[in-house]
Structure formats: structure tokens, C-alpha cells
């Protein structure tokens, strides 16, 4: 210990104002270019990948293309994306590389299978059959010497396939090949097919800000600046980096800046030297490199996490955030789709459910989902509030404390009702609503109301949404209580038996990070523990750090959506075209618009809401059906003009959840029905609306011509497409909201956490993500989880007793709303104390009893 006090001061004599220096290589971090995979798979496995993708995006000569081009005006572009193939766009090599390195699934290997048997002859004839064969000699052919008309059959026939692992199969290459082929950039950050389907790429509005202001310098800044200065383009620092620039931490600085870094802040920070390099992911066989003391360490900077750590900064407690996630300062910000979505998603946007029955997507960047989500921002509904508080106990969300929760969220980040214009897919949901006479309501949104982007879901250029990087986070940097650590990953909670306990007491986190390509690890030692990983990851976090309850990654909500997409043909010039001929699928507020026709909430509270998405091509490509290269070319050069509006699932059905790459989950078949339910409003709004053509993501890819059919025709189609199975892969289903994997209850045998949101095996340690949801929510989550995080902070600021933040706690008064519910804070602090004896109060019922009682 001596050792470390001397190195400790010898370190600290290096007084150097490092600031915004340390964080430099996070800043630029934020670079366009796609990380380059590895492609590791063989040359027969790329025989096979080249050919599936040549299949599903060929060369089209012809007729079609004349047409298209003819249609659209932009006559060589669109021969030109016709003419291109997969391989010619080079998309085998990137999607073997993402494969090998960034596809994280545990069928995975089928498809190193698939692509190994269809490079041999024979196991070309058992996936693909008589359609296989050639009349000629030798007969047998491997899937790549096959025309590409028998192979587009082949694929076709896998999309639909009684054999549940073709369908799976098929369902997995249909969502990355195109994802890649319409998203990948070259070195000038340009795709090949952009200009024929009409999109422009990034932001052309955010560039033109950019290029007429500054853009991140590439060098290493050297001195700090003061905030007030300007630099030679007249930009100030916060301008360039975003508000979190004092309080970045880089770790891949040597040991002693980044001890001093954190010393500046007022972490006691030890240094330790010998083995602390690890390739494993086990602790305890490893030294720590560092050893950093604080108030409470919250590992997860999105929705939940960020609320915790801003609320406890402010108060006064020092407060340390671990994030998996690199920072990406607003002015690096790349706005393309397929960089973005490899460095700011959860497992670069490619997660699906085990059965690849749902794709899912999470955020994971400095601000988590709050950075990349779009905008909708709920208060919790009363009806669940209801079932919550009554059904489940849960006087919480009854309480004054949590009301007062929900309105100091919406307050801090700004949510407002109004918009300025209204986006296209959301102008056709509205008006097709209005036709109808089906309810919809303008969604209040964490965005100012002339905020039309429809790139937020790639993070906010300017900074008018409002994430946890524009909110909570930035009170903890402007506190001088807290410091964001990106790129750390959490691998274990730190807990021990304390004399007297029967309960373990969490005493910090381990996290590992990469250093120049090798693993380090370190220690955060702190008197909470805040768990805000997402209900994705915590599960597996709490696992990995040795809880044992049963409830922990189970009951995992995915709120599943279902799409239908319409046509608008642009038609420019005529006046009475709609939406104007200017307004495009991937542009304006992402969510302004909603319907509640057949969200039940009256009822029993469990049906379905219908919204609008943010697709760019990439992912747009992923969903919409394939039947035939032509075809997707055709529908993709009409990407531009086509809208998609969605129903989303109030699902009472879960799953349970290994970790982010390990999802099972099965729909239940009354989600299954609501859905339905849904996506026959859907289709009805579209035309309503005006849509020339309409359909759904159904893998046999039928749409219908509403301007050329009569009405019977209409409804046959309608009821047709709508009934058709969502659960056995024919369908797409998608989850952007995760719930409910580590949920709080009343008792240890129903749920992971109590009221205070603290895990009832170990005290001190937290759970504040939207994992704790009891149930389904049935909206947008940001808002609920930022409102029990809001609470749970409370909790944490009791959990900390002996800090000497106390009392500075006691003197200084936060301009925030302070709690105002003494009595529960008194409940929960009594809470605590009885389980610590071991009297477990089940319900904050009988708590109040008991206080009454004396
Ligand atoms: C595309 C999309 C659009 C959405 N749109 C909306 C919307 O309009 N309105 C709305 O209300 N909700 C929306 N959501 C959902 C909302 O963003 C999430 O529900 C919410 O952010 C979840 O909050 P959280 O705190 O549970 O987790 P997250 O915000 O996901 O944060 C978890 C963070 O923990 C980090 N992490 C995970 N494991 C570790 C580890 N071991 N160590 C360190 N860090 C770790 C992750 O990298 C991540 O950054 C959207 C989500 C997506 C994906």
C-alpha cells in the first residue's frame, strides 16, 4: 500500500492541465471510414458468399431497367446501379469480413456451413434439389456454376421454405447483403447506388453547417483552451466537441496522464505496474493497472445510466461512468449509415433474436440508445402506471416522487409537442388517419420544433435533440464531480460479505479496455454500484459478476413492430402531387405522428401503436421483400418515395436473454393477433393516404396497384396480407425497445430488484435501465426509464452515507428539483435497513405499515 501512496504522489508531482487533451483521440475517433473486417473465410466459402450475393443483386440488363430509368428521369445513374453487381461493388468481401468479425449470432455457424456445402456439388443438390441440376453434363453443379435465374428461384424458395433452418438461412443473408450493398462508402464516403434511388447520403443541411464552420481538426491538440476562447475559425471548443469534452477520459494514454486526468476531477487514483494485462475476461486472475476511487461508478451511459450519474454529479458525489461505447463528439458525427451504425449500435446494427425471428436494435455510444433513438418521448401512460402500482405493488409509480420524476426528465430535456413541418412517412400516417377518421395525436418529442433532420438516428449534429450527451451527462461534466470513461467494457461487479451482513455489499466494478490491441484491466472502487447496462446486456452482467436469482434475464419484453410500406410517385410537375414532390421517406422529424386505434388501452391495455421509422437504404433494403434482383432494384430506386408506417406491440409474451448475442424469444399469439391488427391499419392509412402502391415485409413480396383495383379487390388484399403468420420467419419483425430482463418487483422470487431499484441480493448495487420494467410498456421507453432512474438516484444518494459528499450535499442546493417525497426516500431508507436484518419487507405496503406501526 505504501508503494502505491508513493507512486500515487510521485504521479500526482506531474502536474500537467492535460483537460481536453486526453480526450483528443476520442474526439476523432469519430472518423467516417467503416472499420475494415478481416474476411477470414475460405476461397471456396467465397465462392459460395459471391455467388448469394450476385443472386440477390446481379447485373440487370434489359427491359427493366430502360423502364426504371425512363420513370425516373435520371436515366444514367440508373442504368449504371442496374448494370452493377454485388461483387462488382466489392459487398462479398465486406460482408465476409463483418461476418468473421462483427456478426455475433449463435447460428452463425450454419452459415459457414451453408456456404462450405454449396461449394461441393453434392451439397449443392441437398440445399437446393432438382433445381440444381443442369440437363447437360456433369449434371450436378455447385450453387455458383448455377444460372442466375435457377438461383434467384432457389433463394426464393428458401424465403418460404418448410424447412424452418432454410427460412432462418435465408432471413439472415437477406438482412446483410443488402444492409452492406446499399450502405457501404468508398474512400470519398459514396455508394454506387446512391444517386439512382435518390438519397443523398449524409445530411446535405448538417455538411453545408459544417463546411461553413469548422470541422474537426485531425492533429492532436496540444493545450487547453480556455472555454470562452475562440480558435482561428471562430469555433469554440464545445462547438467542436460537444458539451462532455472536459469529462472524457481516453485510456489509451499512458497510465500517469490519465491518473492525472482523473486527479484533476478529485479521483483518488492508484497506479499499479506488473501483470495486469489480461487476455482473458477473468478478474481475479489478473492485477489491475488502475485503481480509481469514487462515490458511485454507473457503467452504462445511455437513458438510465446518464440520469443516474447527472443527478449524483450534481449533488455533489463523485461519480465515475463506464461506457462500452466510443464517444462521438457532434462535429465528427459521420451521419452515414453504415459507419454509423458498426460504431454507435449494439453489435454494429446485426442483432437478431436465436431464430433470427426478430432483428434487434440497441444503441451503444456515449449516451446509448438516447444518442441514436428518434425523439419520441412519453410520459409512462396512466393505464400501466394503474397496473403497475396495483397489479404488481409497486406503490412507486403511484408516488408523488415519481411523478415529480417524469416531469423533472421532461423538463431537462426540453420535450415539447409542436414541429415546425411535418416529415413525409409521418404527413402520410396523419393524413391517412384523418381520411379514415382513426384517433392521432402529435408525439412529443425531446427536439426543438423546426428540428427536421431524419439523421438523428445516427446522432444529432447539432445538438437539438436532446440525448443524455446534451442533458444529465453534461451536469456531470459541468459539476466537476464526474468523468465518462468510453471504450471501458464492465466485466464484473466487485461485492463481499461485510461482518454482521447476511447480504454481499457491492464494493466497485472491474472494467477492461484495449490498449494498442491488448487488454488491460482496472478497478473501480466505489460505495455504489449502478448497473444501466440496457436490458440487453445487464442480464449477462450480473451473471458474469455471480448474482444467482432466477428472474435475472428472463421476462424480456422486445415491443415487436411490424411494417407496411405505401408508393408516392413523386411526380414533379403536378401541383396536387403528395406529399410535395420535395419531401423524401428519409427526411424531417423522425416521430411527429401516432395512432392509437388499436392500442386497447381502455381495454385491457395491450394492443398495439402505430408510428413511423427512420429507414436509410441500407436498412430499408434489409426489410423490404425479395423476389428477383430486378425487382429489389426496382423497389430500392423507388426508396425515396416510399413511406412506412409500423405497428408496435404492447407484448405480453417475453423471452430471456444470455447476453446480447443469445435472445430467445417467441412471440405469443396474442401479440401475434394485435399485430395483425395493426398492420391492417397500416395498409389502410397508406391508402388512405394516397399511396399508388402498397404491401407488407412478407417474404412472398405481394403489393397491390390501389389506383388500378376496385374496392373488393382492396379488401381482399388487405385481409389477405394482414393475416398472414408474423412468428414463423415469412414476416419481419423488429425490436428497437428492450424491457423487463431484470425486473423490479415486491419479492426476490418474482423479480431482480426492489423499489429502490436495488438488486435484492446485493447491497449497494443497482439496476437502473429499462431491464427493471415490470412489463411491457406499450410506448417509446426513454422517458419511464429516465423517470425510475431519476428515482433510483434518490436511493443512491442514500446508499452512500458516509461520504464526505454529504455534506456538501447538505450545504449546496441543486438548481434540479430535489426530491420532494421525504416519506419514501424514509421508506426506502427503512427499506434497506430492514432487509439488511433480514426482516424483508415484500411490499413498500407493509414498509409504510411498519413505520406507522411505531
Ligand atoms: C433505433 C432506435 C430508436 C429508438 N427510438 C426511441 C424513441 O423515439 N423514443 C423512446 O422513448 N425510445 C426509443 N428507443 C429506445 C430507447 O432509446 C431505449 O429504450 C433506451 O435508451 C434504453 O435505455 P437504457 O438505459 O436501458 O439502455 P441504453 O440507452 O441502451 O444504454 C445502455 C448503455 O450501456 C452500455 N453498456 C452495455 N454493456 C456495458 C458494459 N459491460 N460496460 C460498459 N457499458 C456497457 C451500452 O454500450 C449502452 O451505451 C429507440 C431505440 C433504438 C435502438
Redo the contacts with the bound molecule.
Sequence with gaps: MEEVNKEQQEEGSMVIDLGSIDTQRLFVGGENKQSLYVNSLSSREMESLTAICDTLFPSVYGSNMMAAAADDGYTNSISSFYRSSASMAGTPQRVGGLFCERVQHPKKWLIRLTLYVLSTWIGTFVLCGFASMSPSFPFFLRFSQISQRKRERILLSWSTSFFYLLRMLFKSIKLVIPLVFFSQVDEKNENLTWKAIGYPGPDPAALKRQTQTCRLPNTMYTSLKNDDDDDEHGCKEEHLFGPLYRGLINLNLPRGRVADSLRQIGFPVSIRRGNNISSSRDFSSSNPSLVIKCDAVV????????VVAGVLAKAGYKVVV????NYFARNNLSLLEGPSMDQM??GGGMLATDDMGVIV??????????T???????KTPQHVIKEWSESYDLELFDSKLYKEALDAVCEKMGVQSDFVEEGFNNAVLRRGCEELGYPVNTIPRNSAPDHYCGWC?FGCKDGTKKG?CETWLKDLVDSGNGAILPG????KVLHERKKGKDRRAASGVA?GFENNGVKELCVVESKVTVV????L??PA?LKASGLKNANIGKHLHLHPVTMAWGYFPEAPHSATAWPEGQKKSYEGG??TAMSTVVSNANKSGYGAVIQTP?LHPGMFSGLIPWVSGADMKRRMCRFSRTAHVFALARDRGSGTVSSPSSINYRMDAEDEKNLQKGLEKTLRILAAAGAEEIGTHHSTGKSLNVKAVGYREFERFVKEESARPLRDLTGQICS????GSCRMGVNPKESVVNQTGETWEVEGLFV????VFPTALG???????QAI?YCTAQSDKQATPNSRQNTFYAHVSPPMPRPKSRFLRELSRRFRIANNKGRCHHSLKGLKNSILDH
Design positions: 457503467v452504462g451511459s445511455g437513458s438510465g445510466g446518464g463506464l461506457e462500452k461505447g449500435y449494439l436494435l440497441a444503441g451503444s455510444t456515449v449516451g446509448g440508445g438516447s441514436i433513438n428518434w425523439s419520441a418521448s412519453f438516428c443524455t471501458c467494457e464492465a466485466i472494467f444501466a447496462c440496457g436490458a446486456s445487464t452482467f423522425i416521430m427512420a428497437a425497445h428492450q424491457m437502473a435501465d429499462t431491464s410506448v417509446n421507453p426513454m422517458v419511464t426509464v432512474a
